[in-house]
C-alpha cells in the first residue's frame, strides 16, 4: 500500500501552467524575506528523543543564525539562543576559523554556525563569535571561555564531563564541573597544529575535525597535523577595502602532503601513545572512530586513493592490525555509515566491492552483507539493535530519488518508508525512532516535518518549516521539468536529463536555451527535487532549460563513476555533447541559441566544452573555473587524474588553457578575487591564454568575494552580469 508522508512528500499533481505565474525579479529573488521562506539547517534530535533543535535565519537577515529548539511531546518552541543577544560585536576569527568556515562553505554566515547536544539532551555547546557557550533548555546560558583567540572545534564528550577545543594550535579540555582547563599538547604552533583537520580533509575527505573522544570520557584521540612539507602558496585576496595577501599552506596536485599522525592522550596526564599508522607515512588518516573504551578503528587510504585500510588499533599501547581492506581499480570513495554495535565487537561498514555502495556487518571475522543490488545505498541513519533493523538513505527505485528505507540488521527484504516521487533528505536519533525529513518533488518546495517509527511505517508529527512562504500563491504556476534519457556518447548508457520549455511557447517557436552544467564527479544535478527559483526566472524570461547527468556523476555505481578516471575532460565532455546533439532536435528548441552556463567544474566544463567544440554553443558563462588541474589540490585531483609528479599527461591533456586559439565563440569569465579553493591563479592563467591567442572575451571580478557568493546584493549583480551577456551574444539573435 503507497504511503504518503504528509507535510513532507506532498502532493505531486501538475503544475497549473494556465495560471500566469506572478513575474519574478532579480531584486525579489535575492531580497528578504526569501520568496521560500527561511529554511532551517543544521537540524538535530536530542539523544534522550525530547526535543530537536535546528539553526534558522532571521527574517530580516537570511545570513544571520540563531538556534531554535522545540519540545517533541509538546510542539512548543522557542529561540533558544539569541545570537545577536551574545554577540559582544562584530565577530574577530582567527584565519583558521575563517578558512574552515569556507570549508563548509560559511563562510557568509553570521551569528551561529554550529552547536552540539549535551548527552542528556539538557543543554547545547554553542560556539559564537570565536568563544563558547553551554546553553541549558532551562536557564540562561553559561559561558565557557572568554579570550583574544579563536576557540575552534569544540566538542562535549560523550558523557558530557567536559569540553574540548583547539586554541592556539593546541587541544584544551575543560572541566565542566570546576570550569577548569587542561591543555592536553603543548607542540602546536608554526607549522604544527593539534586536533584540527588539514586542508584537503576538510575540502575534500569530509573530514571536518582532529578530535575524538573516547567513550567513557577517559581518553581523546588527536591528530598531529605537520604542514611543513606543504608548498606555501602566496594568496592576494582583493577586497573593496584593500588587499590581504596571506601565504597558505596549499597541497597543489603532485606535491607534499601534510603529515598527519595520531595520538591518544589520557585524561590521566599519563604520557601520550602514538598510534602506529603504518611503514608509509604518505597516507591520508581519513576516519577515526572508537569501537569500544579500548579500541579504535582507523581507516587509512593510500596516497593513490586506490586502497583502503580498516586498522583495529589498541589505545593503551598504540598497536593496530589491518582488520579489513578495500581495493579499487580507480578510487575509492570515502563514507560515513561505520556504526559500531553496542557489544564494542562488530560494526556496520559501507563497500562498493559490489559495484555499488552496500550496508554490511562486521561479525568479529568477516563481513556479511546487509543490503545488495542494481542500486546504491547513500547513508545509514540509525541502528535499532532491540528490534534488530536499521534505517538508511538510498536510491533503489531510480537514482533521480533518494529516498528513506529500513531494513533487518541481519539482512533481508528493503522496505521504502517514503512516499515515491520526490528526494529526501534526513537526520535521526540513534534507534531511528524519530526523524527530522526535508523533502521536496519537482513540483513542491522543501519542507520539513518531524516524524516517528516505532518499527511500523512513518508517523508525521509537525511540519517544522514555515508555510506562509511567499511563494506559496505561485506555486499553482510553478513550471516543474520533463524527466528522461539518451544515450551517453558511448551510444550504450543512458544518462539521466532535466529539460523544460517557457511557458506559453506557441507551437512552431524556438527558444533559447540556458545549457547548466556540472559534470563533475561527486555531484548530482538531475532529480526529483524542488528547483531553484532562479529557473524560474530564466523560464519567465523565455529561456529553455537543460541539465543532464553524464559519465562520472554519483549514485549509479562504480562502472558508471569510472570512466573519468585519468581522463577528466573527455568522457564527460563527450556526453554533454551526446546530449547537445540531442537537445538541438527537440520541438521548442533553438539550435543556434543554445548558451552553457556552470561554476567551479561547470566553469571547467563550460571553457572546455567551447574550446574543445567552437561553434557547437552559441555562447558560453565561466564561473570561479578550474582552468589546469595542477593548480588543484592533492586529494581531490589525484583521485581521478593520478600524480603528476609521476605520470603529468592526463593532467596535460586536461588544461584547457592548452585548447585557448580554439575558442571562437563569446566567453564570460566570472572570479572571486579572495577564492582560496579554485584560486584566481585558474583565470588568471586562462585570461592570459586567450589574450596570447587574440582571443576576445568578457571578464567579471567580484572583490573580496571567495568561491560561492552568497551575499544577496553580489548575487543581483553577478546574474545581471551573466542576464545581460546572454542577452546581447545569444537571446537577441533570430531564430532562423
Avoid: C
Amino acid at each position: 500500500m503507497r504511503q504518503i508522508l504528509l507535510g513532507l512528500l506532498l502532493a505531486t499533481a501538475p503544475a497549473q501552467a494556465a495560471q500566469p505565474a506572478q513575474p519574478l525579479t532579480l531584486e525579489r529573488l535575492f531580497a528578504n524575506p526569501p520568496l521560500l521562506g527561511t529554511p532551517p539547517r543544521a537540524l538535530s534530535i536530542a539523544p534522550d528523543g525530547r526535543h530537536i533543535a535546528w539553526l534558522q535565519p532571521r527574517a530580516t537577515d537570511q545570513l544571520r543564525y540563531d538556534l531554535w529548539v522545540e519540545e517533541i511531546a509538546s510542539g512548543k518552541r522557542r529561540m533558544a539562543v539569541d545570537s545577536l543577544a551574545l554577540s559582544s560585536g562584530p565577530a574577530s576569527l582567527s584565519e583558521a576559523e575563517l578558512m574552515r568556515r569556507e570549508r563548509a562553505r560559511l563562510a557568509s554566515v553570521k551569528g551561529l554556525v554550529e552547536y552540539q547536544w549535551s548527552p542528556d539532551g539538557r543543554s547545547l555547546l554553542v560556539p559564537l563569535d570565536g568563544d563558547i557557550w553551554l546553553a541549558p533548555l532551562k536557564g540562561a546560558p553559561r559561558r565557557l571561555t572568554e579570550t583574544e583567540a579563536t576557540e575552534l572545534d569544540a566538542k562535549l564528550s560523550p558523557k558530557g564531563t567536559h569540553a574540548s577545543f583547539v586554541r592556539e594550535q593546541n587541544l584544551v579540555v575543560l572541566d565542566l564541573a570546576t570550569a577548569r582547563e587542561r591543555q592536553l599538547t603543548t607542540g602546536g604552533g608554526g607549522p604544527v597544529s593539534y586536533g584540527v583537520a588539514e586542508f584537503v580533509a576538510q575540502e575534500e575527505m569530509d573530514r571536518m575535525t582532529g578530535q575524538w573522544w573516547a567513550p567513557d570520557d577517559k581518553r581523546i584521540a588527536i591528530a598531529r597535523v605537520d604542514e611543513s612539507p606543504v608548498k606555501i602558496a602566496v594568496r592576494t585576496a582583493i577586497g573593496s577595502d584593500g588587499t590581504r595577501v596571506t601565504e597558505q599552506r596549499y597541497p597543489f596536485a603532485g606535491t607534499p602532503n601534510a603529515l598527519v599522525t595520531l595520538e591518544i592522550h589520557g585524561l590521566d596526564g599519563a604520557a601520550p601513545v602514538q598510534v602506529d599508522l603504518g611503514a608509509d607515512s604518505d597516507i591520508y588518516l581519513a576516519r577515526v572512530h572508537w569501537l569500544n573504551t579500548g579500541q579504535l578503528l582507523v581507516q587509512r587510504q593510500s596516497r593513490d586513493q586506490r586502497t583502503l585500510d580498516l586498522l583495529l588499533v589498541e589505545a593503551a599501547t598504540g598497536r593496530s592490525r589491518v582488520l579489513l581492506t578495500e581495493r579499487s581499480a580507480t578510487w575509492i570513495n570515502l563514507h560515513d555509515s561505520l556504526r559500531p554495535l553496542a557489544d564494542g565487537k562488530r560494526f556496520l561498514w559501507a563497500s562498493e566491492r559490489s559495484g555499488h555502495r552496500h550496508l554490511y556487518l562486521w561479525d568479529g571475522a568477516a563481513l556479511r552483507p546487509v543490503t545488495s543490488g542494481d542500486w546504491s545505498v547513500d547513508e545509514l541513519l540509525a541502528v535499532d539493535e532491540a528490534k534488530g533493523s536499521l534505517i538508511f538513505t538510498g536510491f533503489r527505485e531510480t537514482p533521480l530519488e533518494k529516498a528513506l528505507y529500513r531494513t533487518p540488521l541481519a539482512g533481508g527484504a528493503v522496505e521504502r518508508l517514503t512516499a515515491p516521487g520526490g528526494w529526501t533528505e534526513a537526520v535521526a536519533d540513534r534507534k531511528g525512532s524519530a526523524l527530522l525529513l526535508a523533502g521536496s518533488t519537482p513540483e513542491k518546495p522543501a519542507t520539513v516535518t518531524l516524524a516517528t517509527t516505532d518499527g511500523g511505517p512513518l508517523k508525521p508529527r509537525q511540519q517544522i518549516s514555515p508555510t506562509d512562504f511567499p511563494y506559496a500563491a505561485s506555486l499553482p504556476a510553478h513550471v516543474a521539468p520533463r524527466f528522461g534519457t539518451l544515450k551517453a556518447a558511448d551510444g550504450q548508457t543512458e544518462l539521466h536529463y532535466a529539460f523544460t520549455l517557457p511557458p506559453g511557447l506557441k507551437p512552431g517557436e524556438k527558444a533559447p536555451v540556458f545549457f547548466e552544467v556540472y559534470a563533475g564527479p561527486g555531484v548530482q544535478r538531475v532529480r526529483h527535487a524542488f528547483g531553484t527559483l532562479l529557473h524560474q526566472y530564466l523560464l519567465q524570461q523565455g529561456w529553455a532549460l537543460f541539465q543532464v547527468d553524464g559519465r562520472g556523476t554519483p549514485n549509479r555505481g562504480t562502472a558508471f563513476e569510472a570512466p573519468i578516471h585519468l581522463k577528466l575532460g573527455f568522457p564527460e565532455v563527450d556526453d554533454q555533447m551526446a546530449a547537445l546533439e540531442w537537445l538541438k532536435r527537440q520541438p521548442g528548441v533553438d539550435p543556434d541559441r543554445v548558451a552553457v552556463y556552470g561554476w567551479s567544474y561547470g566553469g571547467y566544463m563550460a571553457q572546455r566544452l567551447l574550446t574543445r567544440h567552437p561553434g557547437a554553443f552559441a555562447a558560453g558563462v565561466s564561473g570561479a573555473p578550474v582552468t589546469d588541474w595542477r593548480l588543484y589540490d592533492t586529494h581531490y585531483t589525484e583521485r581521478y587524474l593520478g600524480n603528476p609528479a609521476t605520470d603529468p599527461k592526463p593532467y596535460e591533456a586536461s588544461d584547457v588553457t592548452r585548447d585557448a586559439a580554439a575558442l571562437k565563440d563569446p566567453l564570460l569569465v566570472i572570479h572571486g578575487l579572495a577564492d582560496d579553493n579554485v584560486v584566481f591563479d585558474h583565470s588568471a592563467r586562462a585570461i592570459a591564454a586567450y589574450q596570447q591567442a587574440g582571443k576576445p572575451f568578457e571578464t567579471m571580478v567580484y572583490p573580496g568575494q571567495t568561491h560561492a557568493i552568497r551575499a544577496p546584493d553580489i548575487q543581483r549583480h553577478l546574474w545581471r552580469t551573466i542576464l545581460n551577456f546572454l542577452d546581447r551574444e545569444v537571446k537577441a539573435k533570430k531564430a532562423e
